[in-house]
C-alpha cells in the first residue's frame, strides 16, 4: 500500500527530516516523565515511534489518527500489547467521558480548522485532575504563512488566550533548540528564503491549496535534503537532547508546550 511522502508527518527513516524527528521526538520523552502507570491518548499519533515511547512507561496508550494508512503501519511496526490503535480525529476522539489520565497532542493544532473543538473534546476525555500536553509551532520561529498544511499558527499570547478558553489552570513553555540546532536552523532558513525570492510577485499564494501542497512538499524536501548535504557533520551531531522543554522566553522558543488540567469545575 502506497503512502505520499509528507513534511507534516516525520519518520525514524527519513534522512532528510532528521532534525525535525529529534525535535518531535523530544515532546515524547518529556511526555514520558508524566506517563508512568497512566491512561494515555496520544491524538494524531502519525507513524506511531511517539506512541510507542509512551508505551514503555504508560499502562495503556491510546493511538489515534484519522489517516488509516500510517495508522496501520504505525501498528504493524510496533506491535506493542498496550497500545490501542484507533481510527479517527482530533474533534471527535473515540475514547468515552473521563477515561483519561494523560492526553498528548503533538504538532497537530495548527492543523485543525476548529481548535477550541479540539480542547473541548481533550476536557470531555480526560479525568478530573487529568494533564494536556500539546506542542505546536511558534510563529515567530517558522516562515509564517508559507505551509499549506496550517490552518492557523500562534504565538504564545494567542496559544495561551485559546487554552485559557476551555481549561482554567494551564502554562505555555517552550521547546528551546541547543546552538547546534540554532545553527542548523539558521542555515536552512537563508535557503528557503533564497527560494522564496523566486516569486517577488507571490504568485504561489494564488495557486489551488492541492498545488501549493504538493509545490511546498517537494520545495521542503529538496531544501531539507540541500540543508543537510551542506551541513551533513552537523547533522550528524544533533540529537534528541538538543532540545528541551522548560520555562524562558518564549519568543525565543521553536516551539509551544501547553501543559493543561482539567480541573474538577472545569
Known sequence: MIRLPTTERVTPDSWALRVTFWQSLAAYRWACTHARGKRVLDVGCGEGYGAAELARTAQLVIAVDQDKKTLAAAQRRYPFENVLWLGGSADHLPVRDEAIDLLCCFQVLEHLRAPERFLQEAKRVLVPGGRLLL?????????????????????????????QSVFSASEILGVFASERVLTYRSHHRRLAERVLRLDPWGLYQRLPTRLRVQLHTAATFSIRWWTNRQQRALVAQIGVDDFQIRRGDLNEAIDLVVVAVRNASD
Open 135 to 163: 506542542t505546536t509551532p511558534n510563529r515567530y520561529a517558522v516562515l509564517s504563512g508559507t505551509n499549506p498544511h496550517h490552518d492557523a499558527e500562534f504565538d504564545a499570547a494567542h496559544l495561551s488566550e485559546l487554552v
